[in-house]
Nanobody, 114 residues
Framework: QVQLVESGGGSVQAGGSLRLSCAAS????????MGWYRQAPGKQRELVAS???????NYADSVKGRFTISRDTAKNTVYLQMNSLKPDDTGVYYC????????WGQGTQVTVSS
């Protein structure tokens, strides 16, 4: 059974940074294109960053140049480095693959104050 555990969220002021982690059990993340998703209050969950098995990355326009997705094969973990955070980045962040979703984890809350 696949289990995804997100961590690293918190409350920061605008301009601050956070590093999110997504650890997995029951699956090898390296063999999947992985994504970080954000669900803002009252909005649908959206894909903000993805990384392929060959480490090619893609970003939503809203986070391009500020967020960096990476993966550590040995730790079976995917990261999201978030810099220059804005209040609009507030939300619950989840990781999952980009198709045929596994069960969603609990997510990690990110709150950015102005």
């Amino acid at each position: 059974q696949v289990q995804l555990v997100e961590s690293g969220g918190g409350s920061v002021q605008a301009g601050g940074s956070l590093r999110l982690s997504c650890a997995a059990s029951g699956v090898t993340l390296t063999y999947n294109t992985m994504g970080w998703y954000r669900q803002a209050p009252g909005k649908q969950r959206e894909l903000v960053a993805s990384i392929t098995t060959l480490r090619s990355t893609n970003y939503a326009d809203s986070v391009k140049g500020r967020f960096t997705i990476s993966r550590d094969t040995a730790k079976n973990t995917v990261y999201l480095q978030m810099n220059s955070l804005k209040p609009d980045d507030t939300g619950v962040y989840y990781c999952n693959r980009i198709t045929n979703f596994w069960a969603w984890g609990q997510g990690t809350q990110v709150t950015v104050s102005s």
